[in-house]
């Protein structure tokens, strides 16, 4: 089973930008999609991004325009590239399998945390 690790969270400014680097520990096109997904404190798990091994992308309403899904073949790599952060953008990403409902996924890495604050 491949496995992801997320990685690249911080602190960053509004309006500031970040980019969230998951690497797979196999071949990554073996997952149907891969998709970036976040965790305010408080909230729910939300898909943010998601690209499928043909390269189909999909975002939230809340990132589009703002965030890039984007991946690197040669280096089992999915990025995030956050653009115009905002306070609302804080919290825990993860990367993992596309499912439209996070619940039905059972293990989470540990995910990486991201802080837009001044």
């Known amino acids: 089973q491949v496995e992801l690790v997320e990685s690249g969270g911080g602190l960053v400014q509004p309006g500031g930008s970040l980019t969230l680097s998951c690497v797979a520990s196999?071949?990554?096109?073996?997952?149907?999609?891969v998709a970036w997904y976040r965790q305010a404190l408080g909230k729910k798990r939300e898909v943010v991004a998601a690209?499928?091994?043909?390269?189909?992308?999909n975002y939230a309403d809340s990132v589009k325009g703002r965030f890039t899904i984007s991946r690197d073949l040669a280096k089992n790599t999915v990025y995030l590239q956050m653009n115009s952060l905002k306070h609302e953008d804080t919290a825990v990403y993860y990367c993992?399998?596309?499912?439209?409902?996070?619940?039905?996924?059972?293990?989470w890495g540990p995910g990486t945390q991201v802080t837009v604050s001044s």
């Open positions: 196999g071949n990554i096109v073996s997952i149907y999609a």
């Open positions: 690209i499928t091994s043909g390269g189909r992308i």
């Open positions: 993992n399998e596309y499912y439209s409902d996070p619940d039905l996924i059972d293990t």
